[in-house]
């Protein structure tokens, strides 16, 4: 079972509930990972930091053009919708970090003066806390793309009962790379007027990709009623609410588990779960 935790926008505790439900699964000995697919900013390890860890770098292929063969021919960057080869004087030009590693330079050209090389972006963390196991992709400083690195970090997962992924903040490539086969999403927002007009861009994401999903409001106290009746007016059921609690905001920015402090929060993740099992098996 695939479970991703997306949201519209950032700040809305998608991270605190993913983290949280993840920790409180594996303590009640559910075979669970946790995945961080947030691969440009990551930080699920603040809430879950990790012992043993192992990492793997992630390569992608670049083309190498053979100047001693290529005959300036053009047609690599005329077949490049990416601008990642010029032909600029008297020798052609590759630009890493724009290529999207298609391979259609190197499949076209026809002196075969073209090689693909291996280019590191990125790495693979993996480890464990308490009995759950945390993996997280990190895209390195200065790279463009991060769909690469989730797609090899998904690629790279163990077999378990529960995958918690929790996906970048937003509805572009990385977030649609991060939940496209999830057996269902959880969208966390906020009642707020910023709230509100992320989380419509993000529910037509998820109704394009036709993946089932339900909502999670935190801090559902403050603000007000829009996205409330937003759901309503489009059948979007919600799982749960979440108010505004001193206790909660306190641990959070220790970076401590909510679910260490109190037994409530525990209860509201087990039943957060126990929603999700049952709108996922009614389809």
Avoid: Q, W
């Amino acid at each position: 079972m695939r479970i991703a935790f997306a949201s519209g926008k950032g700040g809305t505790g998608k991270t605190t509930i993913a983290t949280n439900m993840a920790a409180s699964l594996s303590a009640d000995a559910r075979e669970c990972v946790y995945v961080d697919c947030d691969v440009e900013e990551p930080n699920g390890h603040i809430f879950l930091p990790s012992a043993s860890k192992e990492e793997i770098d992630v390569e992608v292929k670049i083309p190498s053009i053979d100047k001693e063969k290529c005959n300036l021919c053009g047609i690599c960057a005329d077949v490049c919708e990416f601008n990642a080869i010029a032909i600029l004087g008297p020798e052609p030009l590759v630009f890493p970090s724009l290529c999207h590693n298609c391979g259609a330079c190197f499949e076209l050209c026809p002196e075969n003066a073209i090689t693909e090389i291996p280019r590191t972006i990125g790495r693979i963390e993996t480890g464990s806390f308490r009995k759950l196991e945390v993996i997280s992709g990190r895209l390195n400083v200065g790279e463009a793309m991060a769909p690469p690195v989730t797609r090899a970090l998904k690629k790279s997962l163990p077999y378990k009962e529960i995958v918690i992924i929790d996906a970048p903040p937003g509805t572009s490539c990385p977030v649609i790379e991060a939940v496209k086969d999830s057996d269902f999403v959880v969208l966390v927002t906020e009642p707020t007027p910023f709230g509100l007009n992320d989380f419509i861009l993000a529910y037509e994401m998820l109704k394009k990709l036709n993946l089932p999903f339900g909502v999670v409001i935190n801090r559902c106290d403050i603000g007000d009623d829009r996205v409330e009746n937003f759901c309503e007016d489009n059948g979007i059921e919600i799982l749960l609410r979440l108010p505004f609690k001193k206790e909660i905001a306190e641990a959070y920015s220790r970076g401590k588990l909510i679910c260490d402090i109190g037994s409530e929060f525990n209860e509201e993740m087990r039943d957060l779960f126990n929603k999700i099992m049952k709108k996922a098996s009614n389809g």
